[in-house]
């Protein structure tokens, strides 16, 4: 039969086409990926939550609470993409990427900063910082030029009268349980203002304002565990992972075009195509990328040749038995589909459990692991069946030799 070259070209358009958005490409996607801590350098701490009082219960409501408080305080450090995980009934593990002061990190995250006005015995609360206008809060200047902190309330009416209450007494300002400052009204205050002087720098009466404006947490949060990682480390560890990757990737190509010729090329070419729409995927999906999901993304290679390896299997059994080289690509095709897909579901089964009951580190292997294995099955099953038809209808898919099979392994139907 002869060569249909449409079909040779279209074959050829369209490896081309994979391999030339790759080669163009890749840079500009690995740049768009987050990186975790453990690869980028950063800082992770983990809380467990208790009450303020005896008569606070700590819920799941109660914790999601506290968890967009830190979220709003990590805003202050400057930290993007910041993972906060609530762990079980009472944890909850916070990882920022690329933070260097750590104890500033520490600090900010970890106080309560719960303001509160007081009457002049210190004992009872007039006002909190919930009734702080949103934003309320800036860094400033007191009369004699030292920094201080402004304050906007919400309610300048209720002001006024607390002030016009206790003219001529203290109104003592705590932070937490610490008193910062203690005014004595001097006059009713009407444009709802208030200023904190103490022994503030510039930095801390705007760390202070910051704070404030983020919001007071709802619960007590004791820290009982936190490590860093020093960028130069991560950067250290992403390097030694790609490298690993990359020779996994270049042995597994040698052996696959050296075991199963040509087929083994259309496998080289729908890893190459894996391996980039893995990383796409995670770009576009904002995928925070760790140690585990790039273990977890070699691992994915490793599934995608295995479901390119038991389809040609498969062909190389039906062409044994003597079938034509287009009815055992047909044959090997439909059978191997199942195998495929079962093999693929049991493991996206497993992953999704390590997902759910896995701590931060475990889920981002997971998340990892299922991308992987869907783009796995997408390239494994539909690219390579498609360039394998387009080689069958140009008609060069003449000799078993060119799948490894030898003619004397062939017998008869």
């Not at 768009?32 to 005896?54: C, N, Q, S, W």
């Not at 409501?61 to 009934?89: F, H, M, Q, W, Y």
């Not at 760390?207 to 009982?224: K, R």
Request: proline share 4%.
């Amino acid at each position: 039969m002869r060569v249909r070259w449409g079909q040779l070209v279209w074959f050829s358009l369209l490896v081309i086409a994979v391999l030339a958005t790759v080669a163009l490409t890749t840079k500009d996607v690995v740049k768009r990926i987050t990186l975790g801590l453990d690869l980028r350098g950063g800082f992770e701490v983990l809380y467990v939550a208790k009450p303020h009082d005896k008569e606070q219960k700590i819920t799941p409501k109660t914790l999601a609470s506290a968890a967009e408080a830190l979220r709003n305080r990590i805003d202050v450090l400057g930290v993007t993409e910041p993972d906060i995980t609530i762990e079980g009934s009472n944890r909850i593990r916070v990882q920022l990427a690329g933070v260097k002061d750590k104890e500033k990190a520490r600090e900010i995250l970890g106080k309560p900063a719960r303001l509160t006005f007081r009457d002049p015995t210190g004992k009872k609360v007039l006002l909190d910082g919930s009734d702080l206008k949103e934003g309320g809060a800036s860094q400033d200047y007191d009369q004699s030029g030292r920094p201080a902190v402004s304050l906007q309330l919400k309610n300048p009416q209720q002001f006024y009268d607390l002030t016009r209450k206790y003219v001529g007494q203290p109104m003592p300002i705590y932070l937490d349980n610490q008193r910062l400052d203690a005014p004595v009204i001097n006059e009713p205050i009407p444009n709802g203002k208030a200023i904190i002087t103490g022994n503030f720098t510039a930095e801390s009466a705007k760390t202070l304002a910051n704070l404030l404006n983020a919001g007071s947490l709802p619960v007590d949060l004791q820290e009982i565990q936190s490590y860093s990682v020093d960028a130069s480390l991560g950067q250290d560890s992403l390097m030694k992972s790609l490298r690993a990757g990359l020779i996994a990737l270049v042995m597994i190509f040698v052996f696959v075009i050296g075991y199963y010729r040509l087929p083994g090329l259309i496998a080289a070419v729908t890893l190459v195509a894996y391996s980039y729409l893995v990383l796409l995927t995670f770009s576009l999906l904002h995928v925070t990328l760790t140690l585990p999901g790039i273990a977890a993304y070699i691992l994915g290679i490793g599934m995608a040749v295995d479901a390119n390896i038991i389809m040609y299997e498969r062909i190389k059994e039906e062409m044994r038995r003597g079938k034509s080289i287009p009815a055992a690509v047909r044959s090997g095709s439909r059978r191997s589909f199942l195998t495929i897909f079962d093999a693929n579901i049991t493991t996206v089964l497993a992953a999704a459990v390590l997902f759910y009951f896995g701590t931060a580190g475990v889920k981002g292997f997971a998340v990892s692991l299922i991308v992987s294995i869907a783009v796995s099955f997408l390239t494994a099953v539909a690219l390579a069946r498609i360039l394998m038809n387009l080689l069958l209808k140009a008609n060069v898919l003449k000799s078993p030799a060119l799948f490894g099979v030898k003619e004397s392994e062939i017998g008869e139907l």
